[in-house]
């Protein structure tokens, strides 16, 4: 489970915290619960993480960090300084 921010403006999601949580399945080979203890070969068995839930603990109406840097280059492009890369 990841808690984070929620920018509604941009859509995007900033993680803040991670915390694992046990699916408790006895077919997950993840679980604590799996049956099969050693070396599983079971085809029954799951053998794949689901992804992660996003969970946001905080709403921005603004845009992230990352989308108002974007903007701002856009606007106003930097100027380069000679003999600088």
């Given at each position: 489970?990841?808690?984070g921010?929620f920018?509604?403006?941009?859509?995007h999601?900033?993680?803040?915290?991670?915390?694992?949580q046990?699916c408790?399945?006895?077919?997950?080979?993840f679980?604590?619960?799996?049956?099969?203890?050693?070396a599983?070969?079971?085809?029954?068995?799951i053998?794949l993480m689901?992804?992660?839930?996003k969970?946001?603990?905080?709403i921005s109406?603004s845009k992230?960090?990352?989308?108002v840097?974007k903007?701002r280059?856009?606007?106003?492009?930097?100027?380069?300084v000679?003999?600088m890369r």
């Amino acid at each position: 489970i990841i808690d984070g921010r929620f920018h509604t403006e941009c859509s995007h999601f900033i993680a803040m915290s991670t915390k694992f949580q046990d699916c408790l399945r006895p077919n997950c080979l993840f679980s604590s619960r799996h049956v099969h203890l050693i070396a599983c070969k079971s085809q029954s068995c799951i053998r794949l993480m689901a992804l992660p839930t996003k969970n946001p603990i905080r709403i921005s109406p603004s845009k992230c960090g990352d989308c108002v840097l974007k903007t701002r280059d856009e606007v106003t492009p930097m100027v380069r300084v000679a003999g600088m890369r």
